[in-house]
């Protein structure tokens, strides 16, 4: 008998984006809502597509994950759902306890791919509630969207990981890019981007140039995902303030390099503590320096 294949389901809606820096005081409170999951949006009424998401240090794209820094990506199956979720406790539990936030709402307009096994299909005009041209005019003036996620093999995630800081030092520096956040369903595998751009010349200028499309080309080349889904987007409504990619750069660089003179004055500190207790000929039982 032949084997039955799944049928591929689409998923179409209104996207919502939440991105979130919390507080120091209530870490505690995002991390639980890590925990839970896509559990902490349940029975929300239109909802058809949720992920809650961590991030990378600073909300960047590296390895070493940041404490506070968190992102909702969510689907809706129309825009008054989306606009009620915006305005309800789940979101705003989020923003009262938030040093940066921001909040988007857009309209798919192409994707390539699938997210656990559903493709996604463009924004309908009945879903917005307006009539919409979905073609992705160049001379629209409302910032553009990407949304990239990817499935990493274990076996080729050191490779992946290779390619990531020049990826990320691009998307940094273009003159288009307005918002961009790595986010991250588990560690290193299952990993996602969200950026926002001021129009298509400087979406597409980064994703066909440099260092960005010579890692999509390795990717596709050495099969370095099993999934994996791009969609373009166009931004219908925004909210709140998220810093600009330079600024988070500068931010990490400044956190790094304070890290690292911390890690210096501690290993300083244990080093005349260690020639101090040489010197009185005591041995230094238990003593030690935090890491």
Same mark, same amino acid.
């Given at each position: 008998m032949p084997e039955h294949t799944p049928e591929l389901i689409t998923l179409s809606g209104v996207v919502v984006v939440v991105l979130v820096n919390t507080l120091s005081e209530h870490k505690t409170w995002a991390w639980m809502r890590m925990v839970q999951g896509p559990a902490v949006l349940k029975d929300i009424p239109g909802m058809c597509f949720a992920k809650v998401m961590g991030s990378g240090h600073g909300g960047g794209f590296g390895i070493r994950p940041s404490a506070t820094h968190q992102g909702?990506?969510?689907?809706?199956?129309h825009a008054d759902h989306a606009k009620?979720?915006? !305005?309800?406790? *789940?979101? &705003?539990?989020?923003?009262?306890?938030?040093? $940066?936030?921001?909040?988007?709402?857009?309209e798919v307009l192409t994707a390539r791919g699938q997210w656990d096994g559903q493709a996604w299909g463009a924004t309908s005009s009945t879903q917005l509630g307006f009539e919409s041209d979905a073609a992705n005019d160049p001379s629209d003036p409302?910032?553009?969207?990407?949304?990239?996620?990817?499935?990493?093999?274990?076996?080729?995630?050191?490779?992946?990981?290779?390619?990531?800081?020049?990826?990320q030092a691009a998307m940094q520096q273009a003159s288009?890019?307005?918002?961009?956040?790595?986010?991250?369903? !588990?560690?290193? *595998?299952? &990993?996602?981007?969200?950026?926002?751009?001021? $129009?298509?010349?400087?979406?597409?200028?980064?994703?066909?140039?440099?260092?960005?499309?010579?890692?999509i080309e390795a990717a596709y080349k050495h099969r370095y995902f099993s999934e994996s889904l791009f969609v373009r987007m166009r931004l219908l409504q925004q909210d709140g303030h998220w810093p600009a990619p330079s600024q988070i750069a500068t931010s990490n660089l400044n956190e790094d390099a304070a890290d690292e003179a911390d890690t210096t004055d501690k290993s300083d500190?244990?080093?005349?503590?260690?020639?101090?207790a040489e010197h009185l000929h005591e041995p230094m039982h238990g003593k030690g320096t935090a890491s």
């Open positions: 909702l990506i969510t689907m809706f199956d009620a979720f915006l !305005a309800g406790p *789940v979101v &705003q539990g989020y923003r009262e306890r938030a040093g $940066d936030f921001w909040t988007g709402t857009l409302r910032p553009l969207a990407a949304l990239t996620r990817a499935s990493i093999r274990p076996a080729k995630a050191m490779a992946f990981w290779r390619n990531a800081p020049a990826t288009g890019c307005t918002l961009a956040m790595g986010l991250g369903e !588990a560690p290193l *595998v299952r &990993q996602c981007t969200f950026s926002l751009w001021k $129009d298509t010349p400087s979406m597409l200028e980064y994703a066909h140039q440099g260092a960005h499309q010579q890692a500190t244990q080093d005349r503590a260690t020639v101090e």
